[in-house]
């Protein structure tokens, strides 16, 4: 990490940062091959980081999305910082997930949506949507990510519905994309789960992976007695239960998990993403850490002054992903996280004082009603 230094916007929340701009201009011929050229740098970036330079491309895609997303342009107008007046990736105005929830401004470029990714919560909540022209750099950074993993080539079974029941959703797009071997791998269906495609595997005695959000996971060990899983089996679990009445540490989960399925804690891996985001973060074991790949970069700011913090200290992570060319690249969370030398982070929680999110949580919804 950096020194001490301010990360200018980085700290804003108020969602009355994003003015209604003008309406936008037909976008330009120009534009249009920067944005594809963009996209080009950034996949040879994701398979030849060593050949590139981070900071580079980060300052050239701010300056094109300050260019074509008007709304992310009044805001960065509106904090002092426009791409002239920075020097390093590390200063790039991050929006605020917030950001996402106002659908009168969306985070959108020159392109017309085709897909659409939706923030998990119930009906009368509002939900943030992440709006994509194409889903092709999206797709292919998540299997780029999930290749560096080298996690072992298993049977996949998921426990969320499909990308056809729920199109609107990042995590079962994931799922989707990621695929599997069987015809109907998805064990979630019109809110009730449908385990025979895992009974089946369970009884051919070869290891399997199993991928679900946390509370579908605890819902599962509620539903049935202790289902241990085929030697070699791993566990893939994302999206928290905070915002919950549940109140359980990521090592006693971790040790439910071990107990019930019959797999060691080194076999249980948490994904670190978010609909905001195109890339992910893979923490494997009750006390592992997480790790982005290479295009995409985090930041632990200190909640009160906005300055960066140095490894070692609590503070706001944020998160510079190159992937997400459509929409802004640097994104504010509202989850704190201790830096660590080697580029990893722990993540300690979520602010209390932030609403409640979470892909879990929808599919908590859904099994509770």
Not at 74 to 84: A, E, K, L, V
């Amino acid at each position: 990490m950096g020194g001490r230094q301010r990360v200018g916007g980085a700290f804003i929340t108020g969602e009355s940062q994003f003015v209604k701009p003008p309406p936008m201009s037909e976008s330009s011929n120009n534009s249009r091959d920067q944005e594809d050229l963009l996209i080009q740098q950034v996949r040879k970036f994701v398979i030849s980081p060593e050949e590139g330079n981070f900071g580079i491309l980060a300052q050239d895609l701010y300056k094109h999305q300050f260019s074509v997303n008007l709304p992310f342009q009044r805001y960065c107008q509106t904090i002092g910082r426009s791409p002239d007046s920075i020097e390093s990736w590390r200063e790039i105005p991050a929006v605020p997930t917030s950001a996402f929830k106002l659908p009168e401004f969306p985070l959108v470029g020159l392109r017309p949506t085709i897909k659409r990714f939706l923030t998990s919560g119930t009906t009368t909540e509002i939900r943030g949507a992440h709006h994509f022209p194409d889903t092709s750099l999206y797709e292919y950074s998540l299997i780029e990510t999930w290749k560096k993993q080298n996690f072992p080539t298993l049977t996949h079974l998921y426990l969320t519905p499909s990308p056809v029941e729920l199109p609107e959703s990042s995590l079962s797009h994931m799922f989707g994309t990621l695929g599997s071997n069987l015809s109907d791998p998805f064990l979630l269906k019109n809110d009730r789960f449908h385990l025979q495609p895992l009974f089946n595997q369970i009884r051919t005695e070869a290891p399997l992976f199993l991928m679900g959000t946390a509370l579908a996971l605890l819902h599962l060990m509620k539903t049935l007695g202790p289902l241990p899983l085929p030697p070699g089996s791993q566990i893939l679990e994302t999206g928290g239960y905070k915002g919950t009445r549940r109140q359980l540490s990521k090592a006693d989960f971790y040790s439910q998990l071990a107990e019930f399925f019959a797999v060691p804690d080194h076999a249980i891996h948490n994904e670190y993403g978010m609909t905001e985001l195109s890339t992910q973060a893979y923490a494997t074991g009750s006390g592992g850490a997480h790790r982005f790949p290479a295009w995409c970069r985090h930041q632990i700011l200190d909640p009160e002054s906005g300055y960066e913090l140095p490894p070692g200290e609590i503070g706001y992570l944020q998160i510079h992903d190159l992937a997400n060319v459509h929409s802004v690249a640097a994104i504010r969370t509202q989850d704190f996280a201790i830096g660590h030398e080697d580029g990893s982070f722990t993540l300690i929680g979520r602010d209390p004082g932030a609403l409640p999110r979470g892909c879990s949580r929808s599919i908590d919804h859904s099994l509770s009603s």
